[in-house]
């Protein structure tokens, strides 16, 4: 429903009332997307790990609650890690968490990055 207010001199339609149950709906239809800044933190890891020849093909899903970005080392198998973004749990646990191929919860958390830390590798003190 829009309602045009008849005010306006130039009738450019600058007077639209939007009710907000239809602004709520017309935002909650579209899918949930990383940003720009986003997809830079997990394209570098995706780099750094290429390089390393661990990773080798990635997928992108924008679903309609959540986005996930999956690595795969081989195209024809399973996702090694699953990168993704549940805005719905950004006030319990955090909107981020990285998925193993076996389905357990790597890391969880309200920030990408230190989500991320968790493909960080550690040096290891090793026995003689």
């Known amino acids: ?11 450019d339609g600058s007077a639209i009332l939007i009710p907000l149950h239809e602004a709520r709906r017309d935002r909650q239809d579209h899918p ?7 997809l830079d933190h997990i394209l570098k890891l995706y780099g750094r790990m290429v390089a390393a020849n661990e990773w080798r093909d990635y997928a992108i899903d924008s679903l309609r609650d959540r986005a996930v ?9 399973t996702p090694l890690y699953q990168i993704v973004k549940d805005p719905a749990l950004a006030r319990k646990q ?7 191929a ?10 990408l990055a230190r989500v991320l830390s968790v493909f960080d590798k550690t040096l290891r003190l ?3």
Not at 69 to 77: A, H, P, Y
């Open 126 to 128: 090793v026995g003689a």
């Open 69 to 77: 970005f999956s690595v795969f080392r081989r195209t024809s198998e």
């Open 94 to 100: 955090g909107a981020y968490s990285v998925v193993a």
């Open 1 to 11: 429903m829009t309602d045009r207010a008849g005010g306006g001199e130039d009738g």
């Open 32 to 38: 949930v997307r990383f940003d720009r800044k986003e």
């Open 102 to 111: 076996t389905g357990m919860i790597l890391k969880r958390g309200p920030d």
